[in-house]
């Protein structure tokens, strides 16, 4: 099972955003939403170096939730 991670963009270099979430940081490609006015701070979506869904403060908040839990679960 593949799962989308919730990162906030730190820098936008033309189509490429540089994207920290819990202390990593990772490059996506932002061509599947060159449609939308991305900004630094936004929270996108990634999945496979590809921001796919731009998503609020929030929603990011509640998939890092969800997916600490299922971490300590799996631990347990």
């Given at each position: ?20 979430a819990k202390g990593v940081e990772r490059r ?9 006015s991305l900004v630094v701070g936004d929270y ?33």
């Amino acid at each position: 099972m593949c799962f989308g991670i919730p990162m906030r963009i730190h820098a936008i270099d033309g189509l490429v955003a540089h994207c920290e979430a819990k202390g990593v940081e990772r490059r996506a490609s932002l061509l599947m939403l060159a449609h939308e006015s991305l900004v630094v701070g936004d929270y996108v979506v990634v999945h496979l170096g590809h921001a796919i869904e731009r998503v609020d403060p929030e929603t990011a908040a509640e998939a890092w939730r969800l997916y600490d839990e299922m971490l300590a679960a799996g631990r347990g």
